[in-house]
Nanobody, 124 residues
């Protein structure tokens, strides 16, 4: 049974930084692309970032590009999201997801597991 557990969310002031982590268990972590999505109240779930199996290939959503960095440690079964210059519009629940194979997508398809999310609140 695959489980994804996010951590690192919290309250931060505008302009601040946070590092989110996703710990995976079950399955073989290095076989799958991984990603981060977020969902703000009343809005659709939005693509934030994705990373390929090796950790070399990455992709970022337009609203966060240049402010976030995704990384993974296949030996530790973990993935991280470093976020900087946070703004109130970044307030959302951030979800870790595992894609069902080696490819990643920016749309809401191709994933087979989701974490329960971690809340990020950015105050102005």
């Amino acid at each position: 049974q695959v489980q994804l557990v996010e951590s690192g969310g919290g309250l931060v002031q505008a302009g601040g930084s946070l590092r989110l982590s996703c710990a995976a268990s079950g399955g073989t972590f290095s076989r799958y692309a991984m990603g981060w999505f977020r969902q703000a109240p009343g809005k659709e779930r939005e693509f934030v970032a994705a990373i390929d199996r090796s950790g070399i290939g990455t992709n970022y959503g337009g609203s966060v590009k240049g402010r976030v960095t995704i990384s993974r440690d296949n030996a530790k079964y973990t993935m991280s999201l470093e976020m900087h210059s946070l703004q109130p519009e970044d307030t959302a629940v951030y979800y870790c997801t595992r894609y069902s194979g080696s490819n990643y997508y920016t749309g809401l398809h191709g994933m087979d597991y989701w974490g329960k999310g971690t809340l990020v609140t950015v105050s102005s």
